[in-house]
């Protein structure tokens, strides 16, 4: 038997821990041979290898990035797209596919194993961890982890200098990592996705909090849209999805502060630091858990299969169920954070 493995979309915290995990396992228990393809999808597409076996994943289990590379290439968008793929997993004697990805590269694999044949299992990542069906996805603990020293550390200058100090954190469709960081950084307001923002409610949040004698620090997942709409359509476009974004939403957001309050504002955009260096202990124990248990479903012959966290075990759940809709914040969680705000 040899396995493929890729990884694909943005790079995320976990993502070699999962590979070395997948070749470890694969190799010593169950004796199969390894292809590792390059830059997510467009490895297959275009056959570009590299040769995967113990020696290649040694020592990487704490390296952040992927040492096969990622992309967010689409196969279902090139021309001849499947049959470029069936064409070199045959010429490479490629049986199984592992595939580490989001939305967009499990929602692939899952088409190529019920409509075209291709046997897929799914590993799910993201740091917005935001897909369906499993508790957590890796990545983003060392994301929230990365967000809360960076809002711990703001709260030190913005007292300094009794300013607002607003942080703008990943997380297009969904505010995870802004709720969690948010909490646990003790920020004054958190803003999300899913719920629009009024602008003059987060001014009062920010007066009452310098009334307090403290500098307010506010966090605004990159997603975060203001509730008025002429204000939307004036400064905002519309993403792959459809939905409004407005890009530099902490930028933004800083300067209607500073107009409507009198107040000094600054904005930290944190940017792809989320994304990047070494996993945390969790998002290592969960990548290798996923990894460990991914081989297995190749072994069983469980494809079209995705592996998830449930509680503390992992199980085995339909790629589909994760990637159908988003996990977006429940009201509920938001609302309870709202007793820290202003
Ligand atoms: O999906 C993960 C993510 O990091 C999002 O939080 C972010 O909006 C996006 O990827 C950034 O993508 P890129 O690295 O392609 O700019």
Not at 265 to 277: F, N, P
Not at 279 to 304: E, K, N, Y
Request: glycine share 14%; proline share 4%.
């Amino acid at each position: 038997m040899r396995v493929g493995i890729l990884t694909g979309g943005g790079d995320c915290p976990g993502l070699n821990a999962v590979i070395r995990a997948v070749v470890r396992k694969g190799v010593q228990e169950y004796g199969y041979d390894f292809t590792g393809f390059r830059d997510g999808w467009r490895g297959p597409l275009d056959g570009h290898t590299v040769p995967l076996g113990i020696p290649a994943v040694r020592g990487i289990l704490p390296r952040g990035g992927t040492i096969l590379g990622s992309s967010r290439t689409n196969p279902l968008n090139q021309e001849n797209g499947i049959r470029r793929i069936k064409d070199n997993l045959t010429a490479l004697g490629v049986d199984a596919l592992v595939t580490i990805g989001g939305e967009d590269t499990l929602g692939v694999a899952t088409r190529l194993t019920d409509e075209y044949g291709i046997p897929c299992v799914g590993v799910p990542k993201t740091i917005d961890n935001d897909l369906s069906a499993t508790d957590y996805t890796f990545g983003f603990d060392t994301a929230v982890g990365i967000a809360t020293e960076a809002i711990d550390r703001l709260h030190t200058t913005a007292e300094s200098h009794m300013r607002v100090l607003v942080v703008e954190v990943m997380g297009r469709h969904a505010g995870w990592i802004a709720l969690h960081s948010g909490l646990a950084g003790g920020a004054n307001v958190i803003l999300i996705p899913e719920q629009p923002f009024d602008v003059d409610r987060v001014c009062d949040w920010v007066t009452s909090r310098f009334r307090a004698s403290y500098a307010p620090i506010v966090v605004v997942a990159e997603g975060a849209v203001p509730r008025d709409g002429d204000m939307v359509l004036k400064d905002a476009s519309l993403d792959s999805f459809g939905h409004v974004r407005l890009s530099g939403v902490g930028e933004w957001l800083a300067k209607q502060i500073e107009k409507r309050t009198g107040k000094e504002a600054r904005t930290t955009v944190l940017g792809h630091v989320q994304r990047g260096g070494t996993p945390s202990a969790f998002d290592r124990w969960l990548a290798t858990r996923f990894g460990l248990h991914a081989i297995d479903c190749v072994r069983d012959g469980d494809f079209g299969t995705m592996v998830a966290l449930s509680g503390t075990d992992i199980v085995r759940v339909p790629i589909a169920d994760a990637t159908a809709r988003l996990k977006t914040v429940d009201p509920a969680l938001y609302e309870e954070a709202g007793v820290f705000f202003g």
